[in-house]
């Protein structure tokens, strides 16, 4: 049976989930759909600046819209979620012990930006 039958597309060489299945997807789950309806491209290029940052894939959800990767740190492991279906990234770290931070990111440039703030600067994610 072809992919495309199945709602899959090939994507630079990854499977991927045909855009109007997962519009499709997003209409019954009622989240908003992106005004440019660009939602693959925007998954990829928060996936790359998260590899810049040193963070590796670690899990993909089996429908392929949620992807977490995780960087070891000197005393836990960053972890950072990559969501296709609300467009967004959130990145979780340890600043001391049993505390973890929070924070969700609706841009690409938001998160770069934020790499580049003065948590980049004091050591708790690696500036570019």
């Known amino acids: 049976m072809k992919l495309e039958k199945l709602g899959f597309i090939e994507h630079n060489g990854e499977i ?8 499709s997807a997003l209409r019954e789950s009622r989240a908003p759909l992106p005004a440019n309806g660009v939602i693959m491209e925007k998954f990829v290029e928060f996936q790359n600046v998260a590899r810049k940052q040193g963070f590796i894939d670690e899990e993909k959800t089996k429908d392929g819209t949620v992807l977490w990767l995780k960087k070891a740190t000197s005393d836990a492991e960053d ?29 690409v440039a938001a998160l ?12 708790l994610i690696k500036s570019a």
């Not at 950072?80 to 969700?104: E, H, Q």
């Not at 770069?112 to 703030?117: A, H, P, Y």
Request: hydrophobic share 40%; proline share 2%.
């Open 112 to 123: 770069e930006e934020w790499f580049m703030s003065s948590a980049a600067r004091n050591g």
């Open 79 to 107: 972890r950072m979620c990559i969501d296709s279906l609300t467009n967004s990234v959130t990145v979780f770290w340890a600043t001391i012990p049993w505390k973890i931070n929070s924070r969700t990111f609706r841009s």
């Open 16 to 23: 991927c989930v045909e855009k109007s299945a997962l519009q």
